[in-house]
């Protein structure tokens, strides 16, 4: 399975983006998935967690109430709506997929990554 993050581009502080991460080749629908960040000589950070029925998610705290996870398993995609975004949210974003039966925020419970989708947020 592969999978495929996009949405990503240039956009003003105070706007908004919706990334997608697609997966090809087999179904995500019983993996866990999360988003997470980075920039450039800084660790990949965790943004935001959704669990497999999406009944269940976890944000980041600099993120929360601004950016929402969701997903649509019919379309083997989860979502990453970013509101009210800020020049501190500049980061390249890659989506990974879990096998934990929970959410989770570490970087290395995530088994598949995507590439990432380059998000600028200019002031």
């Known amino acids: 399975v592969q999978l495929q993050a996009s949405g990503g581009g240039l956009v003003q502080a105070g706007g908004s983006l919706r990334l997608s991460c697609t997966a090809s080749g087999r179904t995500v629908g019983s993996y866990n998935m999360g988003w997470f960040r980075q920039t450039p000589g800084r660790e990949r950070d965790f943004v935001a967690g959704?669990?497999?029925?999406?009944?269940?998610?976890d944000y980041a705290d600099s993120v929360k109430g601004r950016y929402t996870v969701s997903r649509d398993n019919a379309k083997n995609t989860v979502y990453l709506q970013m509101n009210s975004l800020k020049p501190e949210d500049t980061a390249v974003y890659y989506c990974?997929?879990?096998?934990?039966?929970?959410?989770?925020?570490?970087?290395?419970?995530?088994?598949?990554w995507g590439q990432g989708t380059l998000v600028t947020v200019s002031s």
């Open positions: 959704i669990n497999w029925s999406g009944g269940s998610t």
């Open positions: 990974a997929a879990s096998i934990y039966s929970t959410v989770v925020r570490a970087r290395t419970s995530y088994h598949l």
